[in-house]
Every structure is written in C-alpha cells, then in structure tokens.
C-alpha cells in the first residue's frame, strides 16, 4: 500500500478512500472531518461532520444548527473508520483548531490543516503529531517571512493610542481566532478600557468568553447610539470589510490598523490603505515552518496551498521528499 | 538607528501630507545633530552615496541565501531594499552604530571593501534597522517626503517663514548644523555660496469685481506665461537656475545656462521656444522630467527664458527699488541678452475693461491671463496681499461621465473621494482624468452614495461605477499626452458641479477636448 492509497487530493479536498471520508472539503460529501472553523476549511452542508467540539459550535453559529446531517465530537480517544484511526490534537491555529493523524496497517499521515506554534492566549498550544507523511499548509513559506513577537506589533497601537489621543483606531482582524487575539493580546498589555467590536464579531467574541477566554468589556461599535466623541482616542475592532463601509464615518479621524501576517510586506500594507500595519499571524512563519518539518522528519511532506516553489525547493536543498498538492479552494489571502 | 528606521517606517504609512510634516518636526525636535540632519538629507535625496547599486546587494544576498529562495522571494516582496532586510538570516547582533556613523562610514568606505561593511552591519540589525540601512545607502527611499515639504518641517519647528529657509537652503550641506541651531535661536547661517536661491515675490488671484476698486494708472501689466515660474542666478561665474521653491534644475537646461551671460539675479519663465513661438507646457514637461538632457531632446525642445524682473545686478540689491525702477534696469540689461532670453512685454492698458478684452483674446495659446503689479510696490518675498494679482484666463470646463471612484484616507475615511470620470470616443467612454477636489463636504456624500449604488466591479479600493452621473469638471489646461489612451492629459482638474440634470449621452466627446488642445509648434 502507498501513502496516497490511504489518502490523496481531489477536487474536493483531501480524500481517504479506505474510510471514506474528506478532510476539510471545500464542496458537500457524505462524510468531512474539519480540522477548524474559518469559512474556506469548514462548510456547511455536508452529511456527516467529525470535528472538535469547539469547532462544530463555531460551524453551528457560522451556519445555524442545522449546517450538517449528523456530528460526532472528536475527543481525546482516536476515533475508527473502517478499520482507520483518526487522532485529534491541536494545531495552535484558532479555537477549536485541530491536526489530525490518520493511521492504518502502520501507515501514518498527519494532516496539519493551519496551524501556528506561537504561544497564542486564545487557544490550545499546537503539539507535534509525528508520522511518515506531513501535510503541511505553506502560507507564509517565504524566507522572506519571520512573524515579529505580537506584543511588540500590539506595542504600536499602544504607541499610536498615544500619539493621538483623538483619532479612534481601527483594527482590522477577521472574526474568527485574529480578532479575539489581538483583543486578548491588547488586554495583555495592559488596555482595560472597553474595546469596540463590530457587530459581526458578537457571537464569536461572547462564545470565546463562554469557553473561559477573558476578553474584558466588549462594547457593540455597531450600535446606532455609538458617537465620535465616545470612540475618539478608542479601540474598534472590525473584519477588513467594514472599513470600506459608511459605517466608517460614524469614528472621529479613524487610524486605519489591519493585523496580519500580510502586513509584514509593505506593498500589501499600503495597497490596502493600511496606516497601522501589525504583523499578527495565526500561521507558522517560515524559520517556524521548517523547523516544524525538521523536527517531525517525515519521510515525505506534502503541501497544501499557499507557497509551495519556495518550500518545495527547501525540501531539495535539504534532501527532502517534497510534494506539491496544488489543492484548490483555500484562500491564503484570508489572514 | 532605531528612530531613523521608526520614523521612515511611520512615513511610509502616513498618506496626509500634514502628516508627514508633523512627523518630520517631532524627528527634528527630538534627535540631536547630525543625526537629524543626515536624516533629512536621507529622505530628501540629498545624501550622495553613489556605489552601493542593486547588483551589489543581489550579490551580497547571494552569498547568504539560495539564489532561487531569493528570487522567488523578490518577486513576492517587489522590493530589493525589503527583500534584502526581510531575508537577512538573523546575525549575532550587537549595538547598531547611530545614524551619522553609519552614514559617514558608507561615504568614506571604498568600493572594494564597501560589501563586507554592509554584510557586517546587516548582521548587527534587526529587520526594520536592516531596511532602513538598505534604503539610506541605495537611496530612494520612496515616502514621499520632497525637500520642500522637508523645508517646510524645518520651517515650522524653528517658527521661521519657509522662504528664509529657501534662501539659504542651498549655501548648505548636511548635516545642516547652523540651520538647526538658528531654529533654535541661535545665528541666522549666512550663506557662503555663490549664486544662491532668493525667495520669489508672489501674486494672489483677482477678478474684474475686485479691480474696479484699484486705478489702473498705479499698475503695470503684463501677459502670464504657462510655463515655469524661475530664478535665473548668475554670481561672479556661476550660474544656477531655480524653481520659485528653490529647487536647482540647472542639470536639466543647459541650454538655458549657457545662454545666461550677464551678472544678475532674474525673476522669469522658463519656456520652450522655436523660433518666435513659445511651445505649450507639455513640451517643457519633456525636459523637466530628466536630470541630464540628450543632444537630440536639446535640438527638438529648446528651452528659454521670458524675464519679468531683476533682483540683483552686478552685486546690488535692486529689491527695495521700487517695479518703475527695476523694470527700467531691466530693459537696459535687456539690450546685451541673446536669443534664447527676452523680456516680458508691459501691455499698454487703458482701463481694466480694456484689460478684460485683451485677456479674453490673448495672441498666444501659452498665455494663461494676465498679471497686474503695482509700479511702487518693491520685490517682496512670498504671496503679500496688495502688490501683484494675477487674473487667470477662466478655466476650461467639460461635461465628463463618473466612471472610477477610490476610497479616500483620514477625515475622508469611508468616503469614495477620488473620482475618475471619461468622455464619448465614438459609443464608448474614455478616461480623460482623476479628481479629488472642488465639491462641497454635501456633494461628497451625494457622489459617495451614488458610487456605492451604481458599482458594477470592485479593483482593490477602486470602484468602476455605472456610466450615469455627469460632473462638470473644470481644468486650467490641457496636455497632449501618449501616456493616457484618451491621448490628453488635464491640469488641475477638480469638479466644478455635478449635472443630475444633464443626460450621459450629452456629455461631451473627445473631439471637443482635442479641438482645446494646444497648436503643435
């Protein structure tokens, strides 16, 4: 039996044909396992979802209860399919974030999904999963790319807030796993004062909290009754969209922030009208990344989506079977 | 290093000019000399350190990094500078040197050992150091930060009128000690160089309403030339030509230096002239544009100088002399001047009815109105109310349809306030020009919400919008362009009104807009 016996790409993600089910597939099937809960990874209308409790919460607050047939909770016991094991432990991506470990007749595959090694107070540490073949994502797979310590990037809104005292600032940060980080990251240090969160960051925020993550006073930046005065010299935190919105001009003299790893490329910063650019990453950067591939030695490393060429030539250098997946339907743009 | 590489870092992200200058003002009210002198003269291109090229940091890189890593990074990154400072492997670090030993060492390093001091200090920085680094020693550091709006940062932490500064800007050299210490009280410099730079004597704008009220006997006119306002210097042999901000564009006329036989300080227009006709702007734009000038440019597009007035002569200073008497000098002066350099004609005017027919029929399409300077007034510097008024030729207005809009930064954020708008070429609509002034806070809302209701594709913060709406645009020029497809570049447009009334189809065609366009000389 080969690795890709066990499992190998398809149009619709990832496929183990022995068990019959789709890791993170990007169109409905019978039977997904998720790995987490961002759009692109996880979508509704499947048969059969197994994934972590935290992340079929967030799937049925994204989609409604009803965002799949039937659910089954992967736990800390390995789950069996057809005579394969699946193993859950987290990736250090978001909430609920999970790699998963396929193993059958000896054959082991880890499939990482996102994952992020940095400590990261809104969810579990990412543990090593070691197996003969490593699924990796390859998002920031550019030498070009060493993730800053967050405290520093929070450091220059902090600095910013300073600076000036009347211009309410506005951080950009998707709504799943950036926006209560970079909350929780600004709580760190040392802002107790209210944030401002946009309306559709409310349900993910309240559920972080529900699952004892301490965000401190969240006030809707949405509400009709929010004034200039009031944000001025304040904290609002909002998904990137918004801020092409009217709603922007209900803030006096907004500083427009945005927290990515994207930020960390100047062009991108600018080309987006960025003033406050934060380089805040819930991927690995790549000193991380290879470090990661180095310290698991799979016998091969297969790579999903992002930037393969630079990875793939890395693995040359260091006599590495490297394969790309070229899988379709993951937006590497969505950090 | 720390805040030269903070501070190019917040300028890069900082899109307001006001902005910018508060910036630089902080840097220069905080850092100690040299350092903020190098750091103006860094940003503002002024530092000549001429051997650090691309192809040598490439190679640097290369000794590092794998050549194909590195390549697929660039072409990620776009930047070499970045790249470069992003990529560097982490070295053992240690103190960055301050800025002026950084630079003094760049400039006094030969060119052989020039690499391994750059590899060493790179291995000193962390990553926002390292970029900074790169861009001081490759220059072009790209935040959009002229010696203009440098001066003006200077002008304001020292409480000094900008054109003081621009007067002795030019008898300086980084790291500007004496500048700084006069900011701060100490001695005005006195300039040492020859030929220097003097503030410019400026006009404000007047109408026929406002002229009726001055006689026209105090007055002298003449014809306002479209081509750029400059200072002709020469000092005991050296010869400069400035813009009327003091930039020194000597490198890019020759011609013109050439011609400047005379020992006098003269206040004109630079034009390109074929014989006895005077060239439209676009011509002249061809020689701004270039630091060093071809042979064949210099035989296609000769430049020369209209002269309006004389500030110095043979040493004396003429400025307190009223315009009578300059203007008297000048015509004498004027007898020993060759071909290229003539003298501004004084239109014989009887009245200001008068002056508004000649003004309506100028007999030369590079006119763009008239200016008015009172006989008694001396040469003042900067823009002083009740001396010279210039009464620009109204502008040129075309019916133009909406059809870009970008988003706008700082009190505009959520707005779309930069429009793009086009014109009729046959059935289809061809952008003529972009506009980010001349409508009320009241018609911003209107044009925003109109924008978000008729977007049919989004570009990165740009939107294309349906053809629907037409704006009055109004612009003090039109230029033959081959950058743009419409093949017409506007100057200074801005919208005048907005026409809910007027139906797209009636907006006007790029016929109309060719037949403004200046005769081909």
Known sequence: MRFSDLLHPTERGLYCPVADVYIDPVAPVPRALVTHGHADHARAGHGAVLATGQTLDIMALRYGADFTGARQVAGPDPVQINGVQFEFAPAGHVLGSAQIRLSHRGMTITVSGDYCRLPNPTCAEWQPLPAHVFVTEATFALPVFTHPDPMGEIGKLMTSLRAFPDRAHMVGAYALGKAQRVI???????????????????????????????????????????????????????????????????????????????????????????????????????????????????????????????????????????????????????? | MKAFADLLERLAFTPARNGKIALLRDFIATRPDPERGYALAALTGELELRHVTPSLLRSLAADRVDETLFALSYDFVGDLAETMALIWPEGPGGNTPDLPDLVEELMSTGRAALPGVIAARLDQMPASERYAYLKLATGGMRVGVSARLARIAVAQYGDIPVEEIEELWHGLTPPYAE??????????PVSAALAPFRPVMLATPIDLDELRDLRPGDFSVEWKWDGIRVQAVVDQGVRRLYTRTGEDISAAFPDVIDAMQFDATLDGELLVRRGDQVAPFSDLQKRLTRKTTPKALLASHPAGLRIYDILIENGQDLREMDFKNRRNRLEDAAQHWPDRIDLSPILQVKDWDHL??????????????????????????????????????????????????????????GFYSDFGFGVWDGDRLVPVGKAYFGFTDEELVELDRFVRQNTTDRFGPVRAVAPKLVLEVAFEGLNRSNRHKSGVAMRFPRISRIRRDKPVEEADRIETLRALLPPEV
């Open chain 1, 184 to 335: 929780a990251l600004i709580r760190a240090a040392g802002w107790d004062a209210p944030i401002y969160i946009h309306g559709s960051l409310q349900a993910l925020c309240a559920y972080h909290q529900e699952q004892g993550i301490d965000l401190g006073e969240l006030r809707p930046a949405t509400a009709e009754t929010v004034t200039k005065a009031e944000t001025a010299g304040q904290i609002v935190i909002a998904p990137p969209s918004a801020f092409n919105s009217p709603w922007m001009r209900r803030f006096a003299d907004p500083v427009v922030g945005f927290a990515s790893g994207w930020m960390q490329i100047r062009n991108r910063a600018k080309a987006r009208g960025v003033e406050l650019p934060m380089v805040i990453s819930d991927h690995v950067d790549w000193p991380d990344l290879t470090r990661t591939i180095q310290e698991l030695a799979p016998e091969e490393t297969w790579i999903t989506h992002g930037r393969e060429d630079a990875l793939m030539r890395w693995c040359e250098m260091t006599q590495r079977v490297g394969r790309p997946l070229r899988l379709v339907g993951y937006e590497d743009e969505a950090e």
């Open chain 2, 179 to 188: 500048l700084f210490a006069w900011t701060e009280g100490g001695e005005k």
């Open chain 2, 356 to 413: 508004a027919d000649l003004r309506a029929d100028p007999p030369d399409a590079v006119i763009e109105g008239v200016m008015i300077k009172r006989r008694d007034s001396p040469y003042l510097a900067g823009r002083i109310r009740g001396h010279w008024y210039k009464w620009k030729r109204d502008p040129m207005l075309v019916d133009a349809v909406l059809m870009t809009a970008q988003r706008g930064h700082g009190k505009r954020s």
